[in-house]
């Protein structure tokens, strides 16, 4: 259980309502679990996001991947 969230806005998409909420991470201070919801509290999207003026770690050599070949290539 996350309680409530420690922000909740209201946004429009087109003409989608949506609120989207956000919940710190203790362990990971420049993240938030965000959740878009729609009418009727149905999820419509979850997911990690960088808390607002948190710094961007710079990327590996190589690319997102540090030069790592996925898996199967």
Known sequence: ???PPD???DRRFGDLDVQVRRWPLPLWPHLYWEVLSGPGGSVLNEHLVRAPG????????????????????
């Open 54 to 73: 948190s710094p961007v770690p710079p990327a590996a050599p190589g690319g997102v991947a540090g030069g790592v070949e996925a898996p199967g290539r």
């Open 1 to 3: 259980m996350v309680g």
């Open 7 to 9: 922000e909740l806005e």
